[in-house]
């Protein structure tokens, strides 16, 4: 039956062609865009997975340049115990020297207070970001200092921070407060021949610096005169020795903090290479079929216009039966 009032076969094409319009708009959102899941609408699951991943990503680039700062204070502590340790040989040898029969003590003396003087100035400098893990002027004892070093999420969802320890204590070079707590402030206690002649020996303590420090150290400073005697020289170097093997312990244990801090950079940045590549795989769109499926809903669109003008002819024939 044909009908004028009703023109099935144009609400057919027009149909058509609202629905190809449709996924033309949809496939030019996904062009235009990049994603394949833009919002919750496209698809809720996957949506959602990819906004909390991509808020753990932005931790972790958090993570990331935390470990930088910590990073850049372990090397600034670093380089000062490592000058520090170069001094302190130097005074040793400077030690060794003054054992020397006819050597002009005073003169050496000189010497190994203007080495005194770079240690300070050294352990003092090593300052990064107000924080100095080898000079304390503070009441308050040198304690561990923490590095953030990952952002965890468990499998039920929980977050939680993990941190790289290190306990300052242990580096502290020169405390101005408490003699007994810096490593060449506080006294060190050695075995030193007793007489030139006799066999045995006794227990004497030296300390390198004197950081004027409201608590003082026990012991002797490290100083030279005319009449110091060879078994003197002999528990000064002693004493130098074994605060040189301290601070050797010490510039290990921050190597290892820095080996540590550098394989978890490069940990963090392949954890946040690989979720952004996870997350790709959930919502970017394949730009090659888009634009192949574009391509082929323009051709569509072009044969539905077609059609409906085609539909649209039937009243035109009908009109023409009526002419004369």
Do not use: C, H
């Not at 919750?40 to 808020?55: G, P």
């Not at 979720?275 to 499926?293: H, P």
């Amino acid at each position: 039956m044909t009908s004028i009032m009703t023109n099935g076969a144009a609400m057919a094409a027009l149909q058509t062609l609202r629905s190809i319009n449709y996924n033309m708009e949809e496939v030019q959102s996904r062009i235009s865009s990049g994603y394949r899941v833009e919002t919750a609408a496209d698809n809720a699951a996957y949506w959602s997975i990819a906004t909390t991943m991509r808020s753990d990503n932005a931790a972790l680039s958090t993570v990331q340049d935390a470990l930088g700062l910590g990073a850049a204070k372990v090397d600034t502590s670093y380089a000062g115990m490592s000058n520090a340790i170069d001094v302190i040989s130097e005074i040793k040898a400077k030690l060794v020297a003054a054992r020397e029969p006819g050597v002009d003590k005073t003169k050496i003396n000189k010497e190994i207070a203007e080495l005194k003087n770079q240690l300070v100035s050294s352990a003092e400098s090593a300052s990064f970001s107000g924080e100095n893990w080898l000079y304390n002027s503070s009441t308050t004892p040198a304690a561990t200092k923490s590095i953030v070093a990952s952002f965890n999420r468990s499998t039920d969802g929980s977050v939680s921070v993990s941190t790289l320890d290190y306990d300052t204590a242990v580096s502290i070079l020169i405390d101005t407060e408490d003699a007994s707590l810096g490593q060449l402030t506080k006294g060190v206690e050695v075995a030193q021949p007793n007489g030139a002649t006799a066999p045995t020996t006794a227990n004497a303590t030296y300390y390198l610096i004197n950081a004027g420090s409201t608590t003082t150290a026990a012991g002797t400073e490290i100083v030279l005169y005319s009449t110091t005697t060879d078994d003197i020289l002999d528990g000064m170097i002693s004493a130098a020795d074994a605060m040189l093997t301290a601070l050797t312990d010490s510039a290990a244990t921050l190597g290892a903090i820095q080996s540590r801090i550098d394989m978890q950079e490069n940990f963090v940045a392949n954890l946040m290479d690989v979720i952004d590549k996870g997350v790709g795989r959930l919502v970017d769109a394949d730009m090659n079929e888009e634009s192949t499926r574009l391509k082929a809903l323009q051709t569509q669109q072009q044969l539905g216009i077609q059609a409906l003008s085609i539909a649209n002819t039937n009243s035109e024939n009908i009109l023409r039966l009526f002419q004369q």
